[in-house]
């Protein structure tokens, strides 16, 4: 659905994106990630049309990026952009009828997710009478109320208590089994991993990791393992299969995290330990994308 070709944005003596390149495809998640400062909020404000690339360029459907596209794109940012002193119900009105939809259809759709939500009785509240949370409700109403193919959301759980952000990350996985697009810029990688298809990972302005979230995961493997076994404490000579990195115990119950040495498999593993313990459990710990996050952005300061 996007195509972001070799874009390049400078302000001043800051070069906020550098030649950065990636393809969302329709239809799925994507998790645009990176610390505070990476240029993912230059990335977006550009796809938007907010600010212009100073080079490269972005194709909507096969199409460049124009503003044509403005209807087609629903953009929850993170700093909030409602009117305070406005009612709720009015301004989700004039904000779908600036998408393009007539007043009667937007108040058709309005009711229905003041409904959904459960916010019918915040119609003639004013912004500034809710809490953050509830601020956040009205914006993603405001957000999809026009029925995007493409949702942009910048921290969309900010302020929201589980039960609330539970409600809205189902809303949003909705909304992609409809067929929205989503790019999706968060911190908080576990929902990353729960929600994103594939990611981009930006640090001092450029890209330096993509793909899909189960491809990375897998790259990252690095043959650790945790093992549960039950017995006296073991030691291990230097021809063990594998290192152990940590180790803890309750009574004779033990878990130790192990890596396996160069040219070994974890079968290797349980054949070093089987005559000597017994074992409850094996399992792999792949790098989490938190995990990953860390890494990768720790190689490139």
Not at 43 to 64: H, K
Not at 238 to 254: C, R, S, W
Not at 292 to 298: L, M, P
Request: aromatic share 8%; with cysteine; charged share 25%.
């Amino acid at each position: 659905m996007v195509s972001i070709r070799n874009i390049v944005k400078q302000y001043a003596s800051q070069r906020a994106l550098d030649d950065v390149s990636m393809e969302i495809e329709t239809g799925k998640v994507f998790g645009l990630l990176g610390p505070n400062g990476a240029g993912k909020t230059s990335l977006i404000r550009i796809i938007n049309q907010i600010t212009a690339p100073d080079s490269g360029e972005i194709l909507f459907n096969g199409e460049p990026l124009s503003k044509v596209h403005v209807d087609k794109i629903g953009y929850l940012p993170e700093e909030r952009g409602l009117y305070k002193k406005m009612e709720i119900g009015e301004q989700i009105l004039y904000l779908a009828q600036l998408k393009g939809l007539s007043r009667a259809e937007a108040r058709k759709r309005a009711r229905y997710w003041f409904e959904k939500l459960e916010i019918q009785s915040w119609w003639n509240k004013k912004i500034e009478e809710l809490s953050k949370g509830m601020q956040q409700k009205a914006q993603f109403v405001a957000t999809v109320i026009h029925e995007p193919e493409l949702l942009i959301l910048d921290e969309p759980f900010t302020g929201f208590d589980p039960v609330n952000a539970e409600v809205i990350k189902n809303e949003i996985l909705e909304l992609n089994k409809k067929g929205a697009t989503v790019i999706f810029s968060t911190h908080r990688m576990e929902s990353v991993e729960e929600l994103c298809d594939s990611i981009a990972l930006l640090n001092l302005s450029k890209k330096i990791l993509d793909g899909k979230v189960k491809t990375i995961r897998n790259t990252y493997r690095n043959g650790t393992y945790a093992i549960e076994y039950e017995g006296p404490k073991l030691s291990f000579n230097e021809g063990a299969p594998f290192a152990v990195l940590n180790e803890t115990a309750v009574d004779d119950h033990h878990l130790m995290t192990v890596r396996l040495a160069a040219g070994n498999k974890v079968n290797d593993v349980l054949r070093y330990l089987l005559p000597l313990t017994s074992i409850n459990k094996v399992e792999e710990k792949v790098p989490s994308m938190n995990d990953i996050f860390i890494e990768a952005v720790s190689k490139v300061r």
